[in-house]
């Protein structure tokens, strides 16, 4: 590239560049030339866009604007468009016909009109011809905006270029370079004539490179167009370093997220998203994305959320496992810990004061959670809570001296700086050393709140809500782009992508679809932008304009490759030709992405991959036994991967929090209010003596007390509901009192909830066993609630589906002298009420052949059962992982699906097999 004029420019100069990202690229260009030319220090010019100049002119025309036209103040965008949401709101509260507005998106379309009305010197009285509802309200809503601002002393950027054309406007350059320009408004216009009276040179400048190649390409789809293009861009500069490349796609604002992915996986495959955002890059993006849309900034706004006090789990949840609050990484094994007490509470929402009472109770019921980080955990939580409700305790000073509860703007600044503060905020995350990215988004955020703190100037005073509202409104409305060191590939729109210099230009999207139909403007005629020069006015305008634009694009570099996909986005059955600048191109069409050197070719048939079959994981090593307690054994029997997973690799599922009350809660209810019931029955003895009118009376007052003492530590919202439910448990209790009755061999209940530790083969666990009864023949049997399905088939098989129950016959003989008599499931459920028992004859039913087939079947299990659990322990031990499901139930209710692959497993077995038959 030449830049040889931009070295001979200096401070007496001034370019006028249409796009920030031209902007930077005029400056990096600028230093290389000096550099290239030996120069450490050198005068530079400015290089601006419009709005940049036009605050330029208002720095130097200041005292006389404000002398002669009473304007005290220039406002920014933002402000701009706080006082048209205030014009907007208040109109809506006087006139019923407009409450339906949505007024953040009405303001911003005002806004747009007021600026395109005095770029193209559109008159309000050629707005009124038209009378028109909508323009007649537009018209209303401009002179409130100008009354406003008149009496308060502003003016906006959009009304500045015609202030400086009323008085003597001191311009302080000697030249004027427009860069790039291919659509002039009649507002620059009257402006470049004045400098021209005044003296000042004005001069346009172009690229006019040489076309040296031009091919055309065409693909089935835009992601094979897009892809290519990449990996050209790659080639281009694995083959020539030097080289600099444009990849333009128009549609890219609705694209980016697309072309991001793409691009990463081309480039930077074995890096996240999030660490391919925070670095400089080899290819960067002209567009840049709003602020709320960068991880680190969301998570800003979120925290700032918390001061209202009410706050949903899921919200809370992102934010204790979130990275860039230092406060919940120092305490990240606590707040997952939690962040997982609160989901099984089923939560729903929470108030963040009453946060530190909660993190109490979970601590007390996770006795494996107290230790001295927790503890600060709580106090740092409770400091929070104290700075929250100081806030609030300012809010309502406001509200008895002001009549409302509301701040400054510049409070709310301080505020939210140290609400962040002590949550440990930062862009970056505490293993990272902060780098350029990050410490740019870092300025720009404190810039936002500056210019939050800027909104005084419109406003005084803002409530909380409103403060909140603002804060993520100016968020959404920043595009932030970060600098960075010249990146070789820029992707890029058309028109971010015109005057940068580049030695190849790819030009995506040239479809017959290409230009899009011109948008209408919400508030001004369309006949109004035609007779203008406007290329919104209608489709010859926009056409011509367009093509104009990509002429110029394409002059831009010496090599161009410009492509289109023949599949239309909305509907792929539609064969989509070639744009109409570009008809009659020769167009190659091209049935994949181009294949690079060191990169594979998409193939079009199946690729063979090697086979790797990896069972076996590392043993368990830790000094301690492994937690989990009989779902090892359950696992491990179910499938060896689900148990190395879950208990040696510690992949924990995260359930998410529910409305009202689910199947757990229920199954608590009954369990606690059956144990509670046994507690004072004790035998049978004692329950046949009792009317059942008694037995009613005995089950509705224990459902009272469990109810009036929360004793199962429910939320009011759940406790609410299970109060609803007490006809449906005391039905259900009644029935189930009598099936008890009814069981043959006399019994007494000797043990309830009574904590014990086994050992099976190595491995060591606590179990608490729901009852166990002694009959009056002496034989002792394990009963186990349940309220939801059982099978005894669970029991039967060599792969035991539940081992609960016989891990508890294994540990409790190992104890007692005596051998247990038989086990089972007491499955308390609505109309279906029964033992699923696996033991001796007549201890749950009277005695017949069935039954003396399960005595049989009991003995045989039981003799089996010591090998079997002992060899799923040694299985466990040895890190046994291979993935075997018992069936595809099992697979139904995992969430390991993700690392163990299991459905390729299964196409692949299903592959095999259909081989074996054919």
């Known amino acids: 590239m030449d830049d040889n004029w931009l070295s001979k420019l200096d401070k007496t100069t001034v370019i006028v560049a249409p796009t920030r990202s031209l902007v930077t690229s005029l400056n990096e260009r600028l230093a290389r030339q000096h550099l290239a030319d030996g120069r450490s220090v050198w005068e530079a010019p400015s290089i601006l866009v419009w709005n940049d100049y036009l605050r330029a002119l208002w720095q130097t025309n200041r005292k006389q604007l404000a002398s002669t036209q009473g304007a005290l103040s220039l406002i920014s965008a933002q402000q701009s468009l706080l006082v048209w949401t205030q014009i907007i709101e208040q109109s809506r509260r006087d006139e019923q016909a407009l409450t339906l507005l949505n007024v953040q998106q009405t303001a911003r379309a005002v806004q747009r009109s007021w600026r395109l009305m005095h770029d193209w010197n559109v008159a309000p009285e050629s707005i009124a011809q038209d009378h028109v509802a909508d323009t007649e309200q537009f018209l209303v809503w401009l002179d409130d905006y100008q009354q406003k601002l008149q009496k308060r002393g502003l003016i906006d950027e959009s009304m ?38 005044q003296g000042i040179s004005v001069d346009y400048q172009r690229p006019t490179k040489s076309c040296r190649t031009q091919d055309f390409l065409q693909f089935p789809t835009v992601q094979n167009e897009i892809l290519s293009a990449l990996k050209t861009a790659r080639h281009r500069l694995e083959s020539s370093p030097d080289s600099h490349v444009s990849i333009v796609v128009p549609d890219l604002q609705h694209r980016q997220a697309a072309v991001e992915e793409l691009a990463r996986s081309v480039f930077y495959p074995d890096l996240s998203p999030l660490q391919v955002q925070q670095n400089s890059n080899i290819y960067r993006f002209s567009l840049g994305l709003t602020l709320h849309e960068w991880p680190a900034i969301e998570t800003a706004l979120s925290l700032l959320t918390l001061i209202k006090n009410r706050v949903s789990v899921t919200d809370l949840s992102y934010l204790l496992r979130n990275q860039f609050v230092g406060l919940c990484v120092m305490h990240r094994e606590e707040c997952r810990v939690f962040e997982r007490w609160l989901k099984r509470q089923r939560f729903h929402q929470v108030m ?182 406007h290329p919104s006015g209608g489709t010859r305008n926009g056409s011509q304009h367009a093509f104009q634009v990509l002429d110029h694009l394409l002059e831009c570099a010496d090599e161009r490759i410009v492509s289109f996909a023949r599949s239309a986005d909305q509907d792929s059955d539609i064969e989509m030709g070639p744009a109409a600048r570009f008809r009659d191109a020769m167009f190659v069409a091209k049935a994949a992405p181009l294949s690079i050197e060191g990169d594979s070719p998409v193939a079009q048939s199946e690729v063979e991959l090697e086979p790797f079959v990896d069972v076996q994981g590392l043993p368990w090593r830790a000094a301690l036994s492994p ?292």
């Open 160 to 197: 500045l270029v015609a202030a400086l054309h009323q008085i003597d406007c001191d311009i302080p350059y000697s030249q004027m370079i427009w860069v790039s320009y291919d659509l002039i408004t009649d507002a620059q216009k009257a402006h470049l004539e004045q400098a021209k009276i």
């Open 352 to 533: 963040f004061d009453h946060l530190p009472d909660l993190y109490a109770q979970c601590k007390a019921a996770l006795s494996v959670h107290q230790r001295p980080q927790a503890d600060l955990l709580e106090a740092q939580l409770r400091d929070l809570v104290a700075q929250r409700q100081l806030i609030q305790g300012a809010l309502a000073e406001k509200k008895q001296t002001l009549g409302y509860a509301a701040l400054e703007f510049g409070a709310w600044t301080a505020e939210f700086s140290n609400w962040l503060r002590s949550w440990g905020w930062q862009t970056s995350t505490l293993d990272q050393t902060m780098n350029s990215v990050q410490y740019q988004l870092h300025q720009r955020w404190i810039a936002l709140l500056e210019e939050f703190a800027g909104l005084a100037t419109v406003q005084h005073r803002a409530g909380l809500s409103r403060a909140l509202e603002l804060i993520q409104q100016m968020a959404r409305n920043t595009v932030f782009l970060p600098k960075s060191a010249a990146s070789p590939i820029v992707i890029s729109g058309v028109l971010e992508a015109v005057g940068h210099e580049v030695d190849l230009c790819i030009v995506t999207g040239m479809h017959q679809d290409y230009p899009p139909a011109p948008k209408a403007d919400a508030f001004i005629p369309a006949r109004l932008l035609a007779d203008s020069g």
């Open 627 to 918: 937690k989990g307690g009989s779902r090892i054994f359950e696992n491990q029997s179910q499938c060896a991967f689900k148990a190395y997973a879950t208990h040696q690799l510690q992949c924990q599922s995260q359930d998410d929090a529910e409305f009202g009350l689910d199947n757990l809660d229920r199954g608590n209810v009954v369990h606690h209010l059956l144990d509670k019931l046994w507690a004072q029955l004790q035998t049978q003895r004692t329950l046949n003596q009792m009317p059942v009118d008694e037995r009613a009376r005995l089950v509705a007052s224990l459902i009272e007390q469990v109810l009036e003492n929360n004793e199962l530590e429910l939320n009011a919202e759940k406790l609410q509901l299970l109060r609803l439910e007490t006809p449906r448990l005391l039905r259900l209790l009644v029935e189930w009192l009598a099936l008890e009755s009814a069981r043959p061999e006399p019994f007494s209940v000797v043990e309830r909830e009574q904590p014990r530790r086994g050992n099976i083969g190595g491995i060591a666990f606590d179990y608490i066993i729901d009852r166990v009864d002694l009959t009056d023949a002496g034989r002792s049997v394990i009963i186990d609630y349940k309220t939801g399905n059982v099978n005894r088939n669970d029991w039967l098989e060599d792969r035991l589906r539940s081992p609960q129950m016989p891990l508890y016959v294994l540990a409790l003989d190992a104890e007692k002298e005596k051998q247990t008599s038989g086990i089972a499931f007491a499955s308390v459920r609505q109309g279906d009420h029964k033992f699923v028992e696996l033991s001796e004859t007549g201890i749950f039913r009277e005695a017949k052949k069935p039954q003396n087939d399960l005595q049989q079947k009991w003995q045989e299990r039981r003799s089996v059962w010591p090998q079997l659990l002992t060899q799923l322990a040694a299985d466990f031990l040895a890190g046994q992982a291979s993935v075997n499901p018992i069936d595809e139930q099992v697979c139904n209710y995992c969430d390991l699906h993700a690392i163990c692959r299991v459905s390729q497993l299964r196409i692949a077995a299903g592959k095999l097999l259909g081989d074996a038959d054919d």
